[in-house]
Each structure stands twice: as structure tokens, then as C-alpha cells.
């Protein structure tokens, strides 16, 4: 069992950088990642890292924009914006689970999620 407590979301103008992080506890040698869901849409997968960060995959309307990274010493999960778009408001939601592999449409535990906004 894993707990996901995300931070870092808020207000920010186009052009503008976020970064969130999302802390982890309990059992942690897991895939990390992140989902986002836009009011009115469904939820989207956003990013995913390994545990100890060897592979990471990140979705292709963000990966010239977004990068993840961990810090597994602080179990501690990072999504880096930059270039932020007025189309990247959304819930982002930290998500944890067993298989790298079996990440993206696996049943994930999450947290609670953080908002992002961004203004045009």
C-alpha cells in the first residue's frame, strides 16, 4: 500500500513554469506518474518513471514541455512544466503502481490531486 500526497499546482500565466511534486509513503519501490483530467474530459495519462528512475515515458503532447523525475531517497516524484498552454489546465493526479510495464492502464493508487490553471 502506498500513499500519494501531490503539491506544487496553482495559478500560472501561459509561457509560465509549475512544478509539482508528489511525496510518497508507506510501501514506495514503485512506478510513479502522472495523470491530469480537464473539466468535461476524461483522465489522460501525463508521464511515468521506474523505480530508480532508469525508464521514463512521457505522453507526446507534452514531452518537448514536461519532464519527470524522481528522488527516490525522499520518495519524492517531480513533474517539471515548462511552456505551460491554457489547454494544460487540469486535475493532476500523482499515481503509483506495481509494473512499470502495466503503468499506463493498470488500477493505480492515487492522491488526492493538485490544480492547475493556466491562464491565456
Known amino acids: 500500500q502506498v500513499q500519494l500526497v501531490e503539491s506544487g499546482g496553482g495559478l500560472v500565466q501561459a509561457g509560465g513554469s509549475l512544478r509539482l511534486s508528489c511525496a510518497a509513503s508507506?510501501?514506495?519501490?514503485?512506478?510513479m506518474g502522472w495523470f491530469r483530467q480537464a473539466p468535461g474530459k476524461e483522465r489522460e495519462f501525463v508521464a511515468a518513471?521506474?523505480?530508480?528512475?532508469?525508464?521514463?515515458t512521457t505522453t507526446d503532447s507534452v514531452k518537448d514541455r514536461f519532464a519527470i523525475s524522481r528522488d527516490d531517497a525522499k520518495n519524492t516524484v517531480y513533474l517539471q512544466m515548462n511552456a505551460l498552454k491554457p489547454e494544460d489546465t487540469a486535475v493532476y493526479y500523482c499515481?503509483?503502481?506495481?509494473?512499470?510495464?502495466?503503468?499506463?492502464?493498470?488500477?493505480?493508487?492515487w492522491g488526492q490531486g493538485t490544480q492547475v490553471t493556466v491562464s491565456s
Open positions: 499515481a503509483a503502481h506495481p509494473s512499470y510495464a502495466a503503468f499506463i492502464r493498470g488500477t493505480h493508487s
Open positions: 508507506g510501501r514506495t519501490a514503485y512506478t
Open positions: 518513471i521506474s523505480w530508480g528512475g532508469r525508464s521514463t
